[in-house]
């Protein structure tokens, strides 16, 4: 259970009582879907209440990047600014990781929230569409956060220290669950297939562009997937 704490003391902005000692989820980061269900589970539950698909996405959304702290959000602003610097692998770097925010972080941030807000609205079962997508996204930072070699020391470096190749069996039967949902089997199963494929475009970009992975890019793919996954559910 400690682990289990920990996880959600690092993901969720829950208030969960005193600190639990942050090894204890580093060692079994194969968890993080678990973060996902919690997560998603509550905006869920609130978007049920609302009749409106306009307002129920609105809040489902704030009610994850409530929830989340804001941290992984954070990462995409971060990885955005990276993206759209101009010159060197340094001058990327150097742009993803100081404590500006530039036109790159707004786009990233406008555009997939705007993708994650058009998409949800659409879906035909918004509780379920936002709890795979919270789901799915906590599955790929578990993917990530095993496969990405770090670029610098961080968060990222001493959890990927600590991850296994075998985190990936666990990480991805974690999210079987989501089979038990109101959608079609062939939906869920093209949800996970999607998400590692962000993963692998993320992986691929990074290491061309950054020369590895950070703690931006495993947040900034956590929001990337959860709005490829809404999109794909509304699309379906």
């Known amino acids: 259970m400690k682990s289990v704490v920990a996880l959600l003391q690092f993901c969720t902005s829950l208030p969960l009582g005193k ?94 929230t705007l993708l994650a807000f058009a998409g949800l609205q659409s879906t035909a079962n918004l509780p379920a569409a936002i709890l795979t997508a919270e789901v799915c996204a906590k599955v790929a930072m578990s993917y990530l956060t095993t496969l990405g070699v770090p670029f610098r020391e961080g968060i990222h470096s ?42 692998v475009l993320t992986l691929t970009l990074s290491r061309r562009i950054f020369g590895g992975v950070n703690g931006d890019v495993v947040g900034a793919t956590n929001e990337i997937t959860r709005a490829g996954i809404i999109l794909l559910l509304a699309l379906l």
Request: proline share 5%; charged share 10%; aromatic share 12%.
């Open 158 to 199: 001493y959890l990927h220290g600590f991850a296994k190749p075998w985190f990936l069996i666990p990480a991805t039967l974690l999210a079987l669950p989501l089979f038990l949902l109101p959608l079609s089997r062939a939906s869920v199963a093209l949800a996970l297939v999607v998400t590692a494929v962000i993963v």
């Open 19 to 112: 600190p639990v000692d942050f090894e204890y989820f580093a060692r079994r980061s194969y968890l993080y879907p678990l973060a996902g269900y919690v997560i998603g589970g509550i905006a869920a539950g609130v978007a049920y209440w609302i009749t409106s698909p306009t307002v129920g996405a609105a809040v489902a959304l704030a009610a994850v990047l409530v929830l989340s702290g804001c941290n992984h959000f954070d990462g995409l602003l971060d990885f955005g600014d990276g993206l759209m610097a101009h010159g060197s692998r340094e001058k990327r770097v150097a742009a993803m990781t100081d404590r500006t925010t530039g036109a790159g972080a707004v786009a990233a941030g406008i555009v997939v």
